[in-house]
């Protein structure tokens, strides 16, 4: 599935894809599983951070783009210990977390507090993205201190540029 995509992808320029798991399904079939909906479903949360993990073993993509966009309203125990084995893994995958300076300067359910202490605890790589759904916030220098203020606090170095990936095939990935 994965690989279709890809290859319709690779007929436009471009200088690196970004992972951003906004569905748990299919979006064309069911537009209905946004990532972004509150749920309290285990089962979905799950879902989310598998098809994470899967997409960023697949080498396609140079960062993965508000890791933290699933809104599991469910048991926070549940939460941390879910996202903890998630952030774990992209860390052992090595690839980069976007703290999402969009989700930060509207008041989204992400940036999620619980996940970045987690990512702060873990030590992965992180980028602040600047979300290209709006590009006016390129100007928003003042919210941009407040961002890395943020991630200072909890000890965490934006990185400054990123790796262009490799590619690798599906069949690849699920070795």
């Given at each position: 599935?994965?690989e279709k995509?890809?290859?319709?992808l690779k007929?436009f320029?471009y200088?690196?894809?970004?992972?951003g798991?906004?569905?748990?399904?299919?979006?064309?079939?069911d537009?209905?599983k946004?990532?972004g909906?509150?749920?309290n479903?285990?089962?979905?949360l799950?879902?989310y951070i598998s098809?994470?993990?899967?997409g960023?073993?697949?080498?396609?993509f140079?960062?993965?783009?508000?890791?933290?966009l699933i809104n599991?309203v469910?048991d926070?125990?549940?939460?941390?210990?879910?996202?903890?084995?998630?952030?774990?893994?992209l860390?052992?995958?090595?690839?980069?977390?976007?703290f999402?300076?969009l989700?930060?300067?509207?008041?989204?359910?992400y940036?999620?507090d619980?996940?970045?202490k987690?990512?702060?605890?873990t030590?992965n790589?992180?980028i602040?993205?600047l979300?290209?759904?709006?590009?006016?916030?390129?100007?928003?220098?003042?919210?941009?201190k407040?961002?890395?203020?943020?991630?200072?606090k909890?000890?965490?170095?934006p990185i400054?540029?990123?790796a262009?990936?490799?590619y690798?095939?599906?069949?690849?990935?699920?070795?």
């Amino acid at each position: 599935m994965i690989e279709k995509e890809i290859e319709y992808l690779k007929t436009f320029e471009y200088d690196y894809l970004i992972l951003g798991q906004h569905f748990t399904d299919n979006e064309y079939e069911d537009y209905a599983k946004y990532s972004g909906s509150e749920t309290n479903s285990v089962a979905v949360l799950d879902k989310y951070i598998s098809q994470a993990i899967l997409g960023a073993k697949s080498g396609y993509f140079s960062y993965i783009a508000h890791p933290d966009l699933i809104n599991f309203v469910g048991d926070n125990d549940v939460y941390i210990k879910k996202m903890t084995h998630f952030v774990g893994r992209l860390k052992e995958i090595g690839i980069p977390l976007e703290f999402n300076f969009l989700g930060f300067t509207k008041g989204r359910n992400y940036p999620n507090d619980d996940f970045w202490k987690i990512v702060s605890e873990t030590g992965n790589d992180v980028i602040i993205g600047l979300d290209a759904h709006s590009p006016d916030v390129y100007s928003d220098k003042e919210n941009l201190k407040f961002a890395y203020e943020y991630l200072s606090k909890l000890e965490i170095n934006p990185i400054n540029s990123i790796a262009i990936t490799n590619y690798k095939s599906e069949k690849e990935i699920l070795r």
